[in-house]
Nanobody
Framework: DVQLQASGGGLVQAGGSLRLSCVYS????????IGWFRQAPGKEREGVSV????????NYADSVKGQFTISSDNAKNTVYLQMNNLKPEDTAVYYC?????????????????????WGQGTLVTVSS
């Protein structure tokens, strides 16, 4: 059974930074992509950024390009999300998830319903 554990959330002032970590179980080659998603109060869950486990290629939502950076350390079974210049609208519960059906090049790779295994979420609160 795939397990993912997200951590690193917290309270930060606008303009600050946080780094989220997602530790996943099993061999990295078992997954095609691992992604970060977020869900703000009253909103649908949205894909933020995805990384290909095999080659490290990445995909970002337009709203976070240049602000967030996703990376992975396969030796540690960990995917990171470095979030800089945080804004109040980045406030959300952040989740990591993994899937093995779709390639990174898929046009729907950030779609939450394409992901099978989810971590428990970590809350990020950005104060103004």
């Amino acid at each position: 059974d795939v397990q993912l554990q997200a951590s690193g959330g917290g309270l930060v002032q606008a303009g600050g930074s946080l780094r989220l970590s997602c530790v996943y179980s099993g061999f990295p080659t078992a997954y095609n992509t691992i992604g970060w998603f977020r869900q703000a109060p009253g909103k649908e869950r949205e894909g933020v950024s995805v990384i290909s486990v095999s080659d490290g290629k990445t995909n970002y939502a337009d709203s976070v390009k240049g602000q967030f950076t996703i990376s992975s350390d396969n030796a540690k079974n960990t995917v990171y999300l470095q979030m800089n210049n945080l804004k109040p609208e980045d406030t959300a519960v952040y989740y990591c998830a993994a899937q093995s059906r779709f390639a990174l090049a898929s046009g729907t790779i950030r779609r939450p319903k394409n992901y099978d295994s989810w971590g428990q979420g970590t809350l990020v609160t950005v104060s103004s």
